[in-house]
């Protein structure tokens, strides 16, 4: 059996090894599918398969340098989640949905840095690191079974709100824990230490509102398509490339430039054209987070795991549930929110690879497992959990519910969502 170490060229051996991910991920989603498993489940399976862990395929070298896969990757999905902030939609209900989406990012991440701080007495760099990670959601399967039960009313239009600005609550929570850890690891915490990457960031931001101002200049009616997406895709690589470069996530940057373009322009064409580009870029991203996957270090994160899954589902539901009672929602948003917020893959699959770069090896192989592990856990219960929510919560109509009951939540539709995720 020829292997990929056996061939001299290293171009044909990266071309090689993503044709097999590729294909093995394809393949993996059709076994998935037959169990009604998201899309993402089946990459990640692929990705243990193949990777230096099982059947090693894929040489551990050829990985490693497949970094920019994930900044590219985190990029376009941050872009995606972007049109989701829409200005009229957050003005109706804005201070409301605040308080929900603080509370139950915040109360897990709590929850978890003082179980992992103090039950587990891991390092504090590990737990702030983990604990921000915890507190992100999948918006994905959600907005799948939303779209597919065809749910609508209050309890909907704030969920959807929440999924959106749950990232980037994640993603400022992450940035701070991720200067403070990077300062402990380091040896001392400095202000420089703090306030540098927080500096970073804001420009990084600032050239995301830049970006999204562009792309609505230079997008017009004339542009053909295929132009359209060359301006988006250059916009993306330029602002992650410049965020590599200071060591920094591009994902709030562009998650910025996507609203800031939907916000002027209101067009959403270039988001499904950007949809229908990145499929395969993404598979590839979640292959490669499987490849990671340290299957020998699953002993070690066994209880480790298991308790931050349950920890983080306590903190979202808990969380959601002193939110909606402060801002006063009504009973149905109280009581099922935090059942809808569960799945966790895509963003937080990203975040544990930066986390892992901060964190020593050992350290870092730990916080991947368990978000890996855990997150086809959480993407095998979310879907089901975000349908008994909206049906429980009275959003979908009767007559969707008696048409859609015989259903699965593997349906075309909600395998393209899954796709962006």
């Given at each position: 059996m020829l292997h990929i170490d056996s061939i001299p060229s290293l171009s044909a051996q990266i071309i090689l090894s993503l044709a097999i991910m590729l294909l093995m991920g394809f393949l993996l989603t059709r076994l998935t599918k037959l169990v009604k498993l998201p899309n993402v489940t089946g990459y990640i399976l692929a990705g243990v398969l193949?990777?230096?862990?099982?059947?090693?395929?894929?040489?551990?070298?050829?990985?490693?340098?497949?970094?920019?896969?994930?900044?590219?990757?985190?990029?376009?999905?941050?872009?995606g989640v972007g049109k989701y902030f829409k200005l009229e939609r957050l003005r109706k209900n804005g201070r409301q949905?605040?308080?929900?989406?603080?509370?139950?990012?915040?109360?897990?991440?709590?929850?978890?840095f003082v179980v992992m701080a103090f039950l587990f007495q891991l390092s504090v760099p590990f737990a702030l690191l983990l604990s921000a990670i915890g507190s992100?959601?999948?918006?994905?399967?959600?907005?799948?079974?939303?779209?597919?039960?065809?749910?609508?009313?209050?309890?909907?239009?704030?969920?959807?709100?929440?999924?959106?600005?749950?990232?980037?609550?994640?993603?400022?929570?992450?940035?701070?824990?991720?200067?403070?850890?990077?300062?402990?690891?380091?040896?001392?915490?400095g202000m420089?230490?703090?306030?540098?990457?927080?500096?970073?960031?804001?420009?990084?931001?600032?050239?995301?509102?830049?970006?999204?101002?562009?792309?609505?200049?230079?997008?017009?009616?004339?542009?053909?398509?295929?132009?359209?997406?060359?301006?988006?895709?250059?916009?993306?690589l330029a602002i992650t490339g410049m965020c590599t470069a200071l060591n920094i996530s591009p994902l709030l940057a562009c998650m910025v430039m996507g609203a800031v373009y939907i916000n002027l322009s209101?067009?959403?064409?270039?988001?499904?054209?950007?949809?229908?580009?990145?499929?395969?870029?993404?598979?590839?991203?979640?292959?490669?987070?499987?490849?990671?996957l340290d299957l020998t270090a699953l002993a070690a994160a066994g209880v480790i795991g298991i308790v931050y899954f349950l920890t983080r589902i306590a903190g979202k539901y808990l969380g959601a549930w002193v939110g909606a009672l402060i801002s006063k929602t009504t009973l149905p948003v109280r009581h099922y929110l935090g059942m809808a917020l569960i799945p966790q893959a895509g963003v937080s699959i990203g975040l544990a690879v930066l986390g892992q770069r901060i964190l020593p090896a050992e350290?870092?192989?730990?916080?991947?497992?368990?978000?890996?592990?855990?997150?086809?856990?959480?993407?095998m219960i979310g879907p089901a959990c975000a349908k008994a929510?909206?049906?429980l919560s009275g959003s979908v109509p009767p007559k969707e519910e008696s048409d859609h009951t015989d259903q699965v939540l593997g349906s075309s539709q909600g395998e393209s969502l899954h796709n962006q995720a």
């Open positions: 193949i990777g230096p862990y099982a059947l090693n395929l894929i040489p551990k070298s050829v990985a490693n340098g497949m970094d920019f896969v994930t900044d590219v990757a985190l990029a376009f999905i941050a872009f949905v605040l308080i929900l989406t603080v509370f139950e990012s915040l109360m897990a991440a709590a929850l978890i992100a959601t999948a918006p994905a399967s959600t907005i799948m079974t939303i779209r597919q039960y065809k749910a609508r009313g209050q309890f909907v239009n704030v969920l959807l709100q929440i999924v959106a600005l749950d990232d980037a609550v994640a993603l400022i929570a992450f940035s701070i824990c991720a200067a403070v850890a990077q300062g402990m690891e380091n040896g001392h915490i420089e230490t703090v306030l540098l990457p927080i500096l970073w960031n804001l420009l990084a931001l600032a050239g995301g509102v830049l970006a999204g101002w562009l792309l609505h200049k230079l997008i017009s009616d004339q542009r053909s398509s295929q132009h359209r997406l060359i301006l988006v895709v250059t916009m993306l209101g067009n959403k064409k270039v988001f499904k054209q950007v949809n229908g580009f990145t499929p395969p870029i993404q598979m590839l991203f979640f292959v490669l987070s499987g490849m990671r350290s870092g192989a730990l916080l991947s497992t368990i978000i890996l592990s855990s997150g086809i856990l959480y993407e929510a909206i049906f």
